[in-house]
């Protein structure tokens, strides 16, 4: 994620790991929030927005550390929003598809590693989203909880999603019996999601683990034998 700070908050263009470009990150946005909030000293009760293709995301500190900031994102209605019965390798495979500022996937069922290598990384590349798309494994564990696995698009397993939470939440409660505010538990940890009648709100922390500052072109220092 490349960011631009600007008056309150900043501008963010976002690729994914095999360098293809990606409209939202709600966890990318989160990070970008924090290092922000760090920055300006931001205390609890203020408001940043972080512009990203998708649209600004419009995020409240609701409490932090020195280096841990804890941000509601208002992520924005979900669009699209259906099922579908999709032919994978000639199996009927149930889906709700929908977007939440990017293409997103979700099934309802059990969570095995063999289902997230096989099924999921087969709709992430489907012909029935031409421009590719994010894949959930979900499941209801109560009305309100729900556990995920991800298939990313542009990155294949991942450990965590904000978009994939907002995602999981909302097919849950569409198709899936859960309530419409949500825990929803990946393997590299919880978010809280509420999907209310104008938007997705999606709660979860950051943490500055640390600062690096890159020597480009116009900053590298010469040193005898090369530039460093």
Not at 44 to 51: F, H, I, T, Y
Not at 182 to 195: F, K, M, N, R, Y
Request: contains cysteine; glycine residues 12%; proline residues 6%.
């Amino acid at each position: 994620m490349l960011m631009e700070p600007v008056e309150g908050g900043a501008r963010t263009q976002l690729l994914n790991a095999d360098g293809s470009a990606a409209e939202v990150s709600g966890n990318g946005v989160r990070c970008a929030a924090a290092w922000l909030a760090h920055e300006r000293r931001l205390t609890p009760g203020g408001r940043l927005v972080v512009e990203t293709v998708a649209g600004p995301k419009r995020l409240e500190l609701l409490e932090s550390t020195d280096l841990t900031f804890t941000f509601r994102a208002e992520m924005g209605p979900p669009t699209d929003l259906r099922q579908e019965v999709i032919d994978v390798d000639g199996m009927p495979v149930r889906c709700v598809v929908l977007r939440v500022g990017n293409p997103q996937c979700v099934v309802l069922g059990p969570l095995t590693r063999e289902r997230l290598d096989g099924l999921a990384s087969r709709l992430a590349v489907h012909p029935y989203f031409p421009e590719g798309t994010n894949v959930e494994l979900a499941t209801v564990e109560a009305p309100g909880r729900v556990r995920i696995l991800i298939w990313e698009r542009g990155v294949g397993p991942t450990e965590a999603s904000g978009t994939g939470a907002c995602a999981s939440a909302v097919a849950a409660a569409f198709a899936g019996g859960a309530d419409r505010t949500v825990e929803v538990i990946a393997p590299g940890g919880s978010q809280l999601v509420e999907w209310t009648d104008q938007t997705i709100l999606l709660t979860g922390w950051a943490a500055i683990v640390g600062r690096c500052e890159w020597w480009g072109a116009e900053s590298a220092t010469r040193y005898p034998g090369g530039t460093r």
